[in-house]
């Protein structure tokens, strides 16, 4: 099972990757722990951590501590996001809902519907969602990752829907 | 007030906010590596965290300067609690504390 490891992001795996294969190894496989290591391994793309950055080790004394908490707090918060980005966010997310409503009612409209209409119709909220990410978790990372990370998502999203509409047509 | 801005540092781990205060717990009486942890917390909170669980937590804890890594071991690194880390950890208990105080008289006074 600690070929699940791979799904973590380098910089991740470089710094714990050997220590999660030796407590991989003490435990059973399972398929909780391999759901576990996946969201574990989502997590870790989607909110990097700077573990790399300095520890509180050298913090003796009040006079220090609040502001490395202070400096901490910042770097380990993610993605800098904004007041700007926050509406960015949303705009993305209610004009994209909106304008793939709009756009799939036509089509049902234009070609009579189905079962694939109302499928897409069903997640047409949670793509524009995807796409938000460019604003908040994803803000940052370079346009290949976000490319990935977005289209990969929004893929299998588009796929899940129309394999449950597929599925509704032959059962 | 700062207790305040402690405790929310801890709540800001979303998922990981129950591991990451076992861990910090785990941690109290000295450094443990991470199948330590793991059979730690499982003895005193009868939870076993999965190793993505476990190790998310530690990233978190890690770059927040709540814990921090000690040389390998045996091919194992073991953690042990800064200083910011313990001040956190008070302050979530002495939180933790008054609550259940609060609990406890309401209940008894129910």
């Not at chain 2, 059979?39 to 476990?54: C, H, K, M, Q, T």
Request: net charge positive; glycine share 10%; charged share 20%.
């Amino acid at each position: 099972m600690t070929w699940l490891i791979r799904l973590y992001p380098p910089a991740w795996r470089r710094r714990y990757g050997r220590e999660l294969a030796e407590l991989i190894a003490t435990q059973p496989a399972s398929f909780g722990t391999a759901i576990d290591l996946v969201a574990g391994a989502v997590d870790a793309w989607f909110n990097p951590q700077s573990s790399t950055a300095a520890t509180a080790a050298d913090a003796k004394g009040a006079g220090t501590m609040l502001p490395r908490m202070l400096q901490l707090r910042c770097a380990g918060h993610g993605p800098n996001v904004t007041a700007e980005d926050t509406r960015k966010a949303a705009l993305v997310m209610l004009g994209g809902t909106l304008a793939l409503v709009l756009a799939l009612m036509w089509g049902r409209v234009r070609y009579g519907g189905g079962p694939y209409f109302d499928s897409l119709l069903a997640v047409s909220w949670l793509v524009p969602t995807v796409l938000s990410q460019r604003y908040t978790s994803l803000k940052g990372r370079s346009n290949r990752v976000q490319a990935v990370l977005i289209g990969g998502q929004a893929v299998i999203v588009i796929a899940i829907a129309l394999a449950a509409a597929w599925f509704n047509t032959v059962i | 007030m700062a207790r305040r801005d402690d405790v929310a540092d801890l709540d800001e781990f979303g998922r990981f906010a129950e591991p990451a205060l076992l861990i910090l717990v785990s941690l109290a009486d000295g450094a443990k590596h991470g199948y330590a942890i793991t059979e730690d917390i499982a003895s005193f909170a009868g939870v076993r965290f999965g190793p993505g669980s476990l190790y998310g937590a530690i990233a978190r804890l890690e770059s927040r300067g709540l814990i921090e890594g000690l040389e390998a071991e045996d091919r194992r690194n073991p953690y042990q609690l800064t200083a910011v880390g313990e001040k956190a950890l008070r302050a979530r208990l002495a939180s933790m504390q008054v609550v259940a105080k609060v609990g406890q008289r309401r209940l008894a006074s129910a």
